[in-house]
C-alpha cells in the first residue's frame, strides 16, 4: 500500500503491528508526558492531513478525558522492502504518542495533586460520606471502650503495711499467691 494514499488507521491498545522484515510491536505506544501513562486509550484513529515532500502528516483522535491530550505524535510503518519504502506493509502501522495535561488537567493535579487531598475531596464529595463518618465514630467508641477496660482492670500498686513495721506488696497483704516463679527467699 503506498503510505500517502492511507487515508486512516485504526490502532488498539493490546494489539500489535503485523511485520515482514522487522519484529511486531505494539500498535500503541506511550512515551511519557505531563499526564503519564495511565490512561492509554483503547482506540485511536490517525486521519492523513496531506504530504509535506517527505512524509505524512498525521492528526490522531481517541476518546480522552478533558484532562488529557495527545502532545507529539509519529506514526511508524513498516516499509516493505525496505526502511524508507514508499509502499507500506498493511497492518504495520503504529502510534508513539505523549500525554500531556489540558489547562483544566493542570489546575486539577494543582488543586488535588497530593493523595490526601484528592482522597478527601473524592471522600467528601461522595453520597455515602455520612456511612463514612458513621463507621469511624463506632470505631472511635470501640477503641475507647478497649481502653478503659484495660485501664480498670490495672489495680493501683500501693504498699501495705503490716504491724511487724515491714511493707509488703499489696498481693502479699491480701493473701494471694505470689506471681509464677517468686522466690520468697529473695524478699
Known sequence: VLLREVQALTLRRGQYTAARRTPAVPQLQCTGGTAGCSRVPDVVQCYNKGWDGYDVQWQCKADLENTHRFGQIEVNCEGYDYPDDPYILRGSCSLLFRLELTEEGERKVKNYGSFGSSYYQSWKDSPDSGAGAIVIIVLLVLAFGVYKFFLSNQQPQQNFGDSDGFTRPFWQS???????????SFT
Open 174 to 184: 491480701q493473701q494471694a499467691p505470689p506471681p509464677p516463679g517468686f522466690k520468697s
